[in-house]
């Protein structure tokens, strides 16, 4: 490289770094108000730092969020990676979570896109490509709000969250970090991949399924041309990756169920996405006068280009020079990956959280970034051509604005108020590790003012965040996504603060057979019995924060 291309190179890195961390680096801080989380990181990475605070043994991790269980149907590769970091550093994991961990990742994810993106185009600029679209590639979305409401927006209107939120999913971008190098790898001394590929799957598992999709694919077309390397490392990596895979994910079959155009539906019929009601209504009067005809497989194919145009955006431009990846081993499996993983969430959804397998698409995405960039280095330089290209660009940047606004801003919508934190720090230094925290209602968060404190905010896993105890039971959402049971202990922390249960030795039993050791009571949350009665002792009061311990 020239010397301005080195300076051009760490400048866009710079550039590109800072949005990457954006929508991190300002949570897990403490503000006057407490401390605060921008974003899904008011549920997403408090719980993550729940789990690396479980972490003592990695191949054996209490549950955070349902007492007396371990870890299983999960990928904790990444968490287990930031709880080592950060007893080896001394530093707490909240600020490798929030603010280092998204630093150091993005300007690493930065110069492997650079460097793959040099290495498959030959050229500077191919690597340049690379960076800014694993940075600002963007959904259509935001052509729909603009003509609608005439302003910006709508980066998951067709269900993806797109490149700019790549640091939000932390397992996510740590897969995507493991992917490029063994992209890059697999050009050059593909062996390595037997130490490195085993890592994804348990890492974030659609990420595993994805790489070895494109990995058998690779390697198959390989074989066809008489080269048996390949195919032999696949083989001995897939098996590593299944074994270490098998050891969190015993019980993982059956997570899956084929409900075909679940993500399509709903995506015309949420007015939170792609609203189309019309069609939507039309759809259901077609169906049930069983008129399953032309009109109806119209409606169908148009909504189905409808999610992938919305959803790729200007990554759908690679489409144009398709004959020229279909000539070149790595680009056809890359071709043939990326729509491996379009196929599976338009033909499947998650058990529990239908949405979840969308992240299947994020790795489609992901691929074609690496396509685009492909087709745009080779774009003659005519200056109609170079116009194109800028336009690209400049829009997608532009298009992200209303993201960089919302991260910028003041309150946080979420947040830990100073009274909790000095609550559960003082609850982190108790012995004892069951907590009974009171039952959330998404209802109580209605009308309030930013920021939400957490209890309100969302179910989340945010008391053993902050203690490094188990909670009985919090975060059903998560709880749901790995296929835990939980809905029993719902149901009796329901009955015992709504004194449902027959008598008072009911309720002491409900305490005592679950070996909870406190209850955890924040404003207006109420026992349904006096603590003496329920043989319970109050540790802890202060600004309507009360603890309590239960007498053993």
């Not at 998204?102 to 300007?107: K, Q, R």
């Not at 005439?150 to 790549?166: C, D, R, T, V």
């Not at 087709?375 to 290209?389: A, D, E, G, Q, V």
């Not at 979420?414 to 009274?419: D, I, V």
Request: positive net charge.
């Amino acid at each position: 490289m020239s010397k301005g291309q080195k300076i051009l190179l760490v400048f866009t890195i710079l550039i590109c770094t800072f949005f990457q961390s954006l929508p991190m680096i300002r949570s897990g801080l403490k503000y006057d108000y407490g401390i605060g989380f921008w974003g899904p990181n008011g549920h997403d990475a408090i719980w993550h730092l729940a789990l690396i605070n479980q972490i003592k043994n990695p191949f054996k991790i209490p549950h955070p969020t349902i007492s007396g269980q371990y870890l299983e149907n999960y990928h904790p590769f990444y968490d287990i990676f930031i709880a080592t970091l950060s007893k080896i550093t001394f530093i707490n994991p909240s600020i490798w979570l929030f603010q280092l961990f998204p630093i150091l990742s993005s300007v690493i994810f930065l110069l492997l896109s650079f460097k793959l993106g040099k290495l498959l185009t030959k050229k500077f600029s191919g690597g340049i490509y690379l960076v800014l679209l694993n940075t600002f590639a963007t959904s259509f979305g935001w052509v729909v709000t603009l003509i609608k409401n005439k302003n910006l927006g709508g980066e998951s209107l067709f269900w993806a969250m797109q490149s700019f939120s790549n640091q939000l999913n932390p397992p996510f971008i740590f897969s995507l970090l493991l992917i490029l190098i063994c992209l890059i790898i697999l050009k050059k001394k593909p062996f390595l991949l037997i130490f490195l590929s085993p890592f994804i799957p348990i890492t974030k598992s659609y990420g595993g399924v994805v790489f070895f999709a494109f990995f058998f694919i690779f390697s198959f077309l390989k074989l066809l041309k008489k080269q048996t390397s390949y195919i032999k490392i696949f083989t001995i990596s897939f098996i590593l990756s299944i074994l270490l895979f098998l050891i969190y994910n015993k019980n993982s079959t059956g997570l899956f169920i084929f409900k075909p155009f679940w993500f399509i539906h709903s995506m015309i019929e949420s007015a939170d996405r792609f609203y189309l009601p019309k069609i939507a209504n039309m759809r259901y009067s077609l169906l049930a006068s069983d008129k399953v005809g032309p009109r109806l497989i119209t409606i169908e194919l148009v909504s189905l280009v409808i999610f992938i145009l919305g959803n790729f955006g200007y990554r759908t431009l690679f489409l144009f020079k398709t004959k020229l990846y279909l000539k070149n081993i790595f680009t056809k499996s890359i071709l043939f990956t990326i729509l491996f993983s379009l196929i599976i969430p338009i033909f499947f959804i998650q058990k529990g959280t239908a949405w979840n397998t969308i992240q299947f698409l994020y790795y489609s995405l992901f691929f074609a970034n690496i396509l685009l960039a492909i087709t745009l280095s080779n774009i003659k330089k005519k200056r109609f051509n170079k116009f194109i290209i800028f336009a690209i660009f400049v829009t997608s940047f532009i298009a992200n604005l209303p993201n960089y606004k919302s991260y910028l801003g003041n309150p946080a919508p979420a947040s830990l108020p100073t009274t909790e934190l000095e609550a559960l720090n003082f609850l982190k230094k108790q012995p004892g590790n069951a907590v009974l925290t009171y039952p959330y209602d998404k209802f109580k968060k209605s009308n309030l003012q930013t920021p939400i404190p957490l209890y309100l905010y969302e179910t989340t896993a945010y008391v053993p965040a902050f203690t490094g105890k188990q909670t009985f039971l919090s975060d059903e959402m998560n709880l749901s996504i790995s296929g835990y049971d939980w809905k029993q202990r719902r149901q009796d922390s329901d009955n015992f603060f709504s004194n449902k249960f027959s008598n008072i030795f009911e309720s002491k039993g409900f305490l005592l057979n679950n070996n909870i050791d406190y209850i955890y009571l924040t404003k207006n949350q109420n026992l349904p019995h006096k603590p003496k009665n329920l043989e319970i002792e109050k540790i802890y009061d202060s600004d309507g924060i009360r603890i309590y311990q239960i007498q053993k």
